[in-house]
């Protein structure tokens, strides 16, 4: 049985399927409690009031070209770490990686 944390890149590995499972898993319980807002640009961003903003936990600009998108985080949790960020900002699949760098995180595509 594997440990009960979050797994990046583990594509073609004999035990994917459960890392999968265990990713899903936490994905599912963190996106019960936090809410994600992606935008197509900061001027959508810097547009919005902050009410609006208040609404969300998590507000990320978002970008893609044909190998990875890419984020920006404008808000984020301090309680949350990168990598529980960056699987919320995947939507729960980081089959073939991704990386953190302060508010930028990226998510392999291909």
């Not at 959508?44 to 009410?51: G, L």
């Not at 044909?66 to 309680?79: D, L, N, T």
Request: overall charge negative; proline content about 2%.
């Amino acid at each position: 049985m594997l440990e009960r944390k979050i797994y990046i890149g583990y594509a073609y590995y004999s035990d994917e399927r459960e890392k999968a499972q265990i990713n899903q898993e936490i994905y599912d319980e963190l996106a019960s409690k936090y809410k994600v807002l992606l935008v197509p640009s900061s001027v959508e961003y810097d547009n919005m009031s902050e009410e609006s903003k208040s609404l969300y936990d998590i507000i990320a600009r978002t970008s893609s070209n044909y190998y990875r998108k890419e984020f920006f985080c404008y808000k984020r949790p301090s309680e949350l770490s990168d990598e529980e960020v960056l699987l919320l900002l995947a939507n729960g699949s980081l089959v073939l990686g991704g990386q953190c760098n302060g508010n930028y995180f990226a998510v392999y595509l291909d």
